[in-house]
């Protein structure tokens, strides 16, 4: 395969990562604003499809990647790539460990919506749990350093 298609591979990959994590991201901290369950369900059901354009992405650039490497000779060791991966391995758990919480508070805003739609204490807290905030932030974190290594191969 030529390199042109590798890198095409590659950064196709790249494009969905990022931009389904954006997408996740955005929605994410959207449904910290409304006062209504069935407005809080409704953005964090859409972030439900950008799940597996991320998971895609992740495999393309896995895929592409190693297959650049070895086109190019790059030892996997590289120090640029060894924090790549440990990058990639917290977004992949940090981002299994949020999504289950936000999970739950979907479901949570899905029964809540169906009981009369009302605010609720609960719901807010799970919302605005500082944990879940700064985890979901630091996802943001990973995606922008990952892309700058790869951009800048330190």
Do not use: C
């Not at 996997?76 to 936000?102: I, P």
């Amino acid at each position: 395969m030529s390199i042109q298609w590798l890198l095409f591979g590659h950064l196709a990959g790249a494009f969905l990562f990022v931009g389904g994590a954006i997408v996740a991201a955005m929605l994410r901290l959207a449904a910290t604003r409304p006062d209504r369950p069935s407005h809080v369900a409704l953005l964090l059901r859409a972030v439900r499809p950008a799940v597996p354009l991320i998971v895609l992405g992740l495999v393309l650039v896995l895929v592409f990647g190693f297959w650049l490497a070895e086109r190019y000779g790059y030892d996997l060791g590289s120090t640029w790539l060894v924090l790549t991966f440990v990058l990639l391995g917290w977004a992949v758990v940090v981002g299994g460990l949020t999504g289950r919480q936000d999970r739950h508070t979907r479901e949570l805003a899905e029964q809540l919506a169906r009981e009369g739609d009302q605010p609720s204490a609960d719901l807010s807290r799970r919302l605005r749990d500082p944990v879940n905030l700064v985890l979901n932030a630091s996802l943001l974190v990973a995606t922008i350093a990952i892309v700058a290594l790869m951009v800048w191969k330190p």
